[in-house]
């Protein structure tokens, strides 16, 4: 296991390479040809992504496409308790063919998991630029080194308004109306969730900090709250943008998508970015929009209030001190568990919105 991202890792490409070629062949209808198959660097925490180049002839011509996929963890200790890809690709699927929203191309999904050991699926990557987490792009990387405030407040603001136009979206029209359940709100389920996680996440230890916050955000949960297909895991740095950072060229990862309030979405993008800044004891990156007015531009273009704004940011220090106390845990940094930099920074945020 890599000791900073609790992913697994394919021991042998060749022969991934092989079975890739295969399944691919089926579904274009066309042998196809693989090259420059890798794992990259600095990605996410929750699964493994490959990396790689098809080609194929149809019709006299040479067809190129560069690919990415995207694999189902196989690990002792994985991010989360399980994995529906199929609600990730569904998700994408949908927005594809039925909105505005621009998303990879996808070529299939694969649920057999005798194939590749694992569930997976492949789509075409889309050309742009993504923020680094590792480390994080408020630190380095070419958000500091390559862009200038304008083109940040671009990005950030295209951001959001991808975000908001997303949330215009019918989640019974997409097709979604099977994540309802009845007799619980929306909320009541991920707040269930979310203690079903710790419970399992924290192994068996309590979180002190995250189920102080459990118990207020159980005590305090809003009334008559407008319910959308959220995307979960809102940030920039699941977002591919144009090369002039003016328009987002694909959102990514929609592994944490759920029916719910939509502001709980701007607040997770306002709170992961403040773990970068605040969360780490750095400023900012000059030029980016601040949260106030963040969130201001997403309610005028979602067309949703936002006066439940300081719960829902509670419910994301949560949501995402567990998950990287999780991930203290699952690589030997037990330390880290009670009182990371997202705890720390969840604790402060309690500390002025509530009385806990």
């Known amino acids: 296991m890599d000791a900073e991202r609790p992913t697994p890792l394919v021991d042998d490409l060749d022969r991934t390479r092989e079975t890739l070629c295969q399944w691919l062949a089926e579904r274009l209808g066309h042998a196809v040809t693989i090259e ?30 560069a690919c990415v996929g995207r694999l189902q963890p196989e690990i002792a200790r994985p991010v989360f308790p399980e994995y529906d890809l199929s609600l990730q690709y569904r998700v994408m699927e949908e927005l594809g063919q039925h909105s505005d929203i621009p998303v990879p191309a996808l070529l299939g999904l694969e649920q057999d998991t005798s194939v590749l050991g694992v569930q997976f699926y492949v789509m075409k ?15 380095d990387g070419w958000m500091v080194q390559d862009t200038d405030e304008a083109q940040r407040e671009s990005l ?16 019974r029209a997409l097709g979604f109306a099977d994540l309802e359940v009845q007799g619980k709100t929306p909320l009541q389920q991920q707040l269930d969730y979310w203690q079903h996680y710790h419970d399992w996440g924290l192994e068996g230890e309590q979180h002190l900090i995250c189920m102080q916050a459990m118990a207020w955000l159980r005590a305090n949960q809003p009334a008559d ?20 950072l003016g328009e987002v060229a694909a959102v990514l990862d929609w592994e944490m998508a759920v029916l719910g309030n939509p502001v709980q979405d701007i607040a997770w993008f306002n ?14 990156l000059p030029g980016l929009p601040d949260y106030a007015s ?24 949560l949501r995402y001190g567990l998950l990287l106390s999780r991930i203290m845990l699952a690589t030997g940094q037990a330390s880290e568990v009670q009182e990371n930099f997202a705890c720390q920074l969840l604790a402060r945020r309690m500390a002025s919105h509530t009385q806990v």
Not at 225 to 244: A, H, K, Q, Y
Not at 294 to 317: K, L, M, N, P
């Open 36 to 65: 420059n198959l890798r794992i990259p660097e600095g990605s996410g925490m929750s699964n493994v992504t490959l990396l790689f180049d098809i080609s194929y002839e149809q019709r006299a011509t040479t067809h190129r496409h």
């Open 125 to 139: 990557h889309t050309a742009g630029r993504i923020p680094s987490d590792m480390p994080p792009y408020n630190m």
């Open 156 to 171: 950030w603001n295209a951001a959001v308004d991808t975000l908001a136009r997303f949330h215009t979206l019918d989640y």
């Open 225 to 244: 709250e407008p319910t959308v297909l959220c995307w979960g895991d809102s940030r920039i740095g699941n977002m591919i943008f144009s090369e002039d």
């Open 271 to 284: 709170f992961l970015d403040a773990t970068f800044a605040e969360g780490l004891g750095l400023p900012r």
């Open 294 to 317: 963040t969130t201001e531009r997403w309610a005028r273009a979602s067309g949703f209030g936002a006066e439940h704004y300081d719960y829902y940011e509670i419910f994301a220090g």
